[in-house]
């Protein structure tokens, strides 16, 4: 987590570089933005830093690469899955073939100029983030037992994009369209920011976790609108389980969702946004302590949910200093799953910059222009 915060700084610049796009659009006063699609930007500028740090415009190209893969397999996703289909040499199959092989080798060549850079011991820097490649690669160093081979730290690199990117974005998605929905919230939300970090500033670590009320919209949003609406385990045993056999090598789905808005977990308000369920914890959310679960359980729980929850903070707190929102009149709610939970027609928002900032602003540039 201390590495963690470390990377505030490197999350912040992509966060407010979409800000100041946002208020350059709303200089007239306000201005409507389709949010789903900017925070797939965000999110995808953040992984690819944090994953790659140093080597950010390499591991950039490589990522675009596997944004196509991905179109490519949501695609295939809609359509009817005929058994064996995918090994058949069709259009699409050997395009995606191709990308595979291209994105492989472009990670390879990154790997190697990486390696070869921590042995002549460059970019080495004290309290510098430290990116998930050059962790995996001093993984890999550590020790000559070290079984972590080059193949393993692609694919890793491969799947931190595929699991961290839509996921974050569905999140902030729909809390902004939560908070939009919910005004009383926004401004409770807001209050507490610029109560904690003032209207301009960073919200520094130390900053981040007096959020409180951020922290409970956050996870009443996660419990609503679970980006992963499910997570699969198979049975390594015969087991007995809430009264029911279940054989060796059953496949087991957990419909998180489902637990979610369960009404005999949650109380009468289930289908209800209530944030302060929250106010005592997630332990104490619930009448059972293992009720919420948009990150899995277990040994198998998502690794990277502190990432994901630092930047959907930092990202809402900067959001709420600058503009408040409401929702578009166009926008309609209709949740959808394609993979993840996602808002089937869009999220258009209309944001409205605040003067307060607008304020700050004018003062900085005076101070900058001289008299
Ligand atoms: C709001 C954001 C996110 C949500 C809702 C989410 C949700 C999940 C869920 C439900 C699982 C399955 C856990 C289980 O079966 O118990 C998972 C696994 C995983 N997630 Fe996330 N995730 C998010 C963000 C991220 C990010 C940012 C990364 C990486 C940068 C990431 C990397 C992974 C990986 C590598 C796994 C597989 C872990 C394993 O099998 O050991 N996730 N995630």
Known sequence: MENLKLLIPVMATSIVDMMEKWSVMSSSGEVEIEVSEWF????EDIITRTAFGSSYEDGKAVFRLQAQQMAFVTEAFQKVSIPGYRFLPTKRNINSWKLDKQIRKSLMKLIDRRVENSNSGENVHEKCPKDLLGLMIQASNSSPSSNITVN???EECKSFFFAGKDTTSNLLTWTTVLLAMHPQWQIQARDEVLMVCGSRDIPS??????LKTLNMVLNESLRLY?????????????VELGGYNVPRGTELLIPIIAVHHDQSIWGNDAKEFNPSR???GVARAAKRPVAFIPFGLGVRTCIGQNLALLQAKLALAIMLQRFSFRLAPTYQHAPTVLMLLHP??????IFQRLPHHDQGQDQDQDRNQGP
């Open 278 to 280: 929250f106010a005592e």
């Open 152 to 154: 393993d730290i692609v």
């Open 205 to 210: 670590k130390d900053d981040v976790v007096k």
């Open 226 to 238: 679970p980006p992963a609406i499910a997570t699969i385990r198979r049975s390594r045993t015969d």
């Open 40 to 43: 797939q930007n965000l999110t």
């Open 344 to 349: 089937q027609y869009g999220a258009p928002i």
